[in-house]
């Protein structure tokens, strides 16, 4: 009797995707998005390349591998059928798979259509409380001065103040005068939210006919309201621009930004926060490559200028001055950019990372005269050093270059010399001098984070929040709360001591402990 050898291809096969697989992981600069395809990829490539082995092999009778064929067929179109995709499992992209009769844990949310002008309560907490009138921080930097938060949360726990549902969507807040504004998608209306920071009570809504979809960014706005002056400037993820009373939500005038421009919308929707500068509201544009900003009178909504030459990405445009240029700075496609406020006029134009992949990190402003960029999916960071030219120019040089930092979503800030922000989804800490990265540790995924004076707040991708330590000599994590269970995309917003974190289902604010 004919003793019959090991199948040779399917144990030679796994096994090389096992190892394959088990490397990828252990790679610590491989960049996280391609690294979770090719995780998910390498053991597929091995089952098809097993099954058109067997499908050839003389070691199984005709009938054998018929049979083989056929079940396997029936096994894809049995999944076909009973799978659905929902969304993505976190930020790399992956397809979330599940099953066509489940039912979605997203909270099932009426349309709001009645406005409710209900004053605030004057409430002693208003004095521990600050305002944060705009996306990421007041100064738009990743960074919440003025508050002396407490370094240990295992010990004096942060407390929660109120829980409640929200729509879908992955804006952040603006807080000012204790109320809280977001957006929100509730079926099919696209709303502005405004709700009392110490009780989560809804104070009012604008709803506008919107919706923006996407298989893997999903549901809902992207961008945070803005306000000034008694005014909420909010921009929807289909380009309507917003301007709304603060205290009652009553509309005062909107734009049809992508319309109006002959626009349409860039591949995970409008994603820039309204800037203001001087008389003026400043949002970002979409496709095809033309302008990238759209600057409008912000007490009336008429047009004023258009400006660059790209194509918009995620990332919102911010005010600096850089080389004693005063100028709007724009993350866009393929370039780094910066306008006049005035006029619109293009003072520096920075060709960096190519235009395939997004842009959504905010640029770092660092000291008179140098900007920090960074992006995720293998394109890493720069650090930029401005000067001015003739003709009120400015040029830009590079003076280092490194992959140390791939934000992807997140966008980091500065202390004490030293950058601090999220490479591939871990804490890491960069001489911001010479680039030199001097630690990386930790596992937030796609999450964001926020400076507090010498802490990072970081909001993880599965929704637990963390206090670190923001100190170059190594990492330490001081704290850490179960906010949120599901994936968040959402900034955190901390205005004074109170801490406000969401993502597209529920929202949590949280009275953080101070220093005596």
């Known amino acids: 009797m004919t003793k019959l050898r090991p199948p040779l291809f399917p144990i030679i096969s796994l096994t090389l995707a096992v190892a394959g697989v088990a490397y990828l992981r252990w790679l610590p600069e491989f960049e996280r998005n391609l690294k979770g395809w090719l995780t998910a990829g390498i053991p597929l490539l091995a089952l098809l390349l097993n099954l058109i082995w067997f499908v050839f092999t003389k070691r199984f009778s005709g009938r054998t591998r018929l049979l083989g064929v056929a079940a396997v067929a029936l096994i894809s179109f049995g999944l076909k059928a009973a799978l659905r995709v929902d969304g993505t499992l976190d930020g790399t992209g992956l397809p979330n798979f599940v099953w066509k009769w489940s039912h979605s844990n997203r909270p099932v949310m009426a349309p709001i259509r009645a406005e409710s002008s209900a004053p605030m309560s004057d409430d002693p907490r208003l004095s521990q409380a600050a305002d944060v009138a705009q996306f990421f921080g007041p100064n738009r930097d990743g960074v919440a001065p003025g508050v002396k938060l407490a370094h240990d949360w295992k010990t004096t726990a942060p407390k929660e103040l109120w829980r409640q549902a929200v729509g879908a969507g992955w804006s952040a807040y603006a807080v000012v005068k204790g109320r809280a504004y977001t957006q929100e998608q509730r079926g099919e209306e696209e709303l502005v939210t405004c709700y009392d920071l110490f009780t989560g009570e809804l104070l009012w809504a ?71 500068v001087d008389d003026k509201v400043i949002v970002t544009g979409g496709n095809p490559k033309g302008p990238v900003l759209f600057a409008y009178q912000r007490e009336t909504g008429a047009p004023l200028w258009k400006a660059g030459d790209d194509q918009a990405s995620y990332a919102s445009p911010m005010l600096a001055t850089l080389a004693g240029k005063r100028l709007v700075l724009c993350n866009n496609a393929r370039s780094l950019t910066g306008y006049d406020p ?87 800490c960069l001489d911001l001098a010479t680039g030199e990265r001097l630690w990386k540790e930790g596992r ?73």
């Open 206 to 276: 604008h709803a506008d006919k919107a919706h923006f979809s996407q298989w893997q960014g999903g549901d809902g706005p992207r961008a945070t309201p803005t306000v000034h002056e008694g005014r909420v400037y909010a921009y929807g993820a289909t380009g309507l621009l917003n301007c709304l009373d603060a205290t009652t939500g009553k509309p005062i005038w909107q734009r049809a930004v992508l319309t109006e421009n002959k626009l349409t919308n860039i591949e995970w929707g409008v994603s820039a926060s309204p800037l203001i």
């Open 342 to 428: 005035a006029t619109g006029a293009v003072l520096l134009d920075h060709v960096w990372g190519g235009d395939k992949w997004p842009k959504a990190s905010q640029p770092v402003i660092v000291g008179a005269d140098r900007v920090f960029i960074a992006a995720g999916y293998g394109i890493g960071c720069q650090m930029l050093q401005i000067k001015a030219e003739s003709a009120g120019k400015l040029s830009a040089t590079e003076v280092w270059s490194s992959m140390k930092m791939k934000t992807q979503f997140n966008s980091p800030a500065v202390h004490g010399g030293h950058l601090y922000g999220l490479d591939d989804g871990r804490l890491a």
């Open 444 to 516: 937030f995924a796609s999450g964001q984070s926020l400076l507090a004076d010498d802490l990072v707040i970081i909001q993880n991708e599965s929704g637990p929040v963390h206090l670190c330590a923001a100190k170059p000599d190594g990492f330490t994590e001081l704290g850490k709360i179960e906010a949120l269970s599901s994936k968040t995309w959402n900034h955190p917003v901390l205005a004074g001591r109170y801490l406000i974190v969401r993502n597209d289902r529920e929202a949590v604010c949280y009275e953080l402990p101070v220093l005596p």
